[in-house]
């Protein structure tokens, strides 16, 4: 089928959805760095504040991938957001930490499988020619969250209040009106072909791909889908991710994301954190935060033309090292213009390693398997950033910030020696062949 508008369109409305899980991830180091004068914040208590959004990913990661492979793509993509947009409004009219913190866990589990839902379902979507460069393109759309949560931030906290209301429940206010929107959005999305293929429903597959080749404007033609889900299991049980040729896989990738998450996550919830403990005040921190989170929309775009051409284990790896080289300069660095100059490239690395590894993973387990295998593994990513605020502020406190980005530096290395050793060659092959 050739790729046109509809399959632009579809990479739009799922990739502007992936802003609010990444203007919800980097909100936490925001709060805490913008809470912390004015409600007299601990240590502990901000460390909860930015840890507690990640435990209810980690849990909603587990719960809500799970359940995409067992009752479909589409209907997750509404419960998840639904669930994200209730909540962080109710974050909005916390009166205390204790308060927002468990309302933050509620939004995270919301939010839990949101990543791995878009790159379930793109995956299964988009021809192989381009699947790598749409995935990208979809993030890209996501990434603006994450410089608009900084500044949104910096300027909100500067104003104090807006309308009577205190500026940081305003950034609360905008993240649950704007998922209630693209929820709307989503309710025309049609299931995934393959998942319903995967269940033995293959009338509404054909009828769904019939769909799609007639907004496509070519002439619709026999499902080879129907032909191959016969002789597919209605249901794949998740222990048969630890089965031949999946084994090594899992362990790779469950591998990879504890060692990705405190190069990639570490920097982008704890700079404006680290940038205090600099000297710098919390309007400074926000602004040179928000100056360096340009670099992960930048970095998305130049991933674009890169993950097609590339073999993504090389970028994957290639990108890392770039990671841990910039983040030792940033926390070495104290001039203002070198601290923004290495963050900015830091952000750039990390989002040209974010794009290649998120359409690696959906490349590297089957249609039964792809929801449960990449939510399973991302929740260790959720479950390391719950842990990681805590030891990360305590190294902070005792030994400084190049401390904390030179052992961060050590854990992307090992990252890349994984990948290298573990990780299977996928660019350019089809999902089956995979």
Same mark, same amino acid.
């Given at each position: 089928?050739? @790729? ?9 409305? @799922? ?63 509404? @419960? ?56 990208? $393109? ?7 969250? %994450? ?22 429940? $305003? ?80 362990? *790779? ?10 190069? =990639? =996550? ?6 404006? %954190? ?54 030792? %300069? ?6 203002? $213009? ?48 719950? @842990? ?23 854990? *992307? ?22």
């Amino acid at each position: 089928m050739p @790729v046109g508008p509809w399959h632009r369109r579809l990479t739009a409305i @799922v990739g502007i959805g992936a802003f609010f899980d990444l203007y919800e991830v980097f909100l936490g180091g925001v709060l805490a760095a913008a809470l912390a004068e004015p409600w007299a914040l601990s240590a502990h208590q901000k460390s909860w504040l930015i840890a507690s959004g990640f435990l209810g990913m980690f849990v909603g990661a587990n719960v809500l991938s799970v359940l995409a492979d067992r009752l479909g793509r589409r209907r997750m993509f509404l @419960v998840n957001l639904g669930m994200y947009s209730l909540f962080s409004l109710a974050c909005a009219f916390a009166q205390d930490a204790t308060q927002l913190s468990v309302l933050r866990f509620f939004a995270g589990l919301g939010l839990g499988a949101e990543l791995v839902l878009v790159d379930t379902y793109l995956a299964e979507f988009l021809p192989r020619a381009v699947r790598g460069r749409y995935i990208a $393109w979809a993030y890209t759309f996501g990434f603006v969250g %994450v410089p608009v949560a900084a500044l949104l931030g910096a300027r909100l906290v500067a104003r104090h209040e807006l309308l009577g209301i205190d500026g940081w429940r $305003w950034l609360l206010v905008a993240g649950a009106l704007g998922a209630a929107f693209i929820q709307l959005l989503r309710t025309g999305l049609p299931e995934s072909p393959r998942w319903l293929a995967a269940r033995g429903r293959t009338a509404e597959a054909a009828a769904v791909v019939r769909e799609i080749e007639t907004k496509a404007g070519v002439e619709p033609g026999e499902p080879v889908v129907a032909a191959q889900a016969a002789e597919a299991p209605a249901r794949v049980p998740l222990k048969r991710m630890f089965q031949a040729p999946y084994t090594r896989r899992t362990v *790779m990738w469950w591998i990879f994301q504890v060692l990705q998450t405190v190069g =990639y =996550y570490g920097f982008g919830s704890l700079a404006p %954190v680290v940038l205090q403990a600099k000297g710098h005040t919390v309007t400074e921190s926000l602004s040179y935060a928000a100056l360096s989170y340009l670099g992960y929309p930048v970095g998305s775009a130049l991933s674009v033309p890169l993950i097609d051409r590339i073999e993504r284990r090389t970028l994957i790896i290639a990108a890392a090292l770039g990671i841990a080289v910039c983040g030792l %300069v940033f926390g070495f660095a104290g001039a203002s $213009w070198l601290i923004v100059g290495a963050g900015f490239l830091l952000t750039v690395c990390s989002n040209v390693f974010s794009n290649a590894y998120h359409v690696y993973q959906t490349e590297i387990f089957p249609t039964g398997l792809r929801s449960s295998a990449i939510g399973i593994a991302y929740s260790l990513s959720r479950l390391t950033s719950v @842990v990681l605020p805590f030891v990360a502020l305590d190294l902070l406190d005792d030994l400084g910030a190049t401390a904390v980005f030179s052992g961060s530096g050590v854990l *992307m290395v090992l990252l890349c020696v994984n990948v290298r050793v573990l990780g299977p060659r996928t660019t350019g092959r089809s999902l089956e062949s995979i």
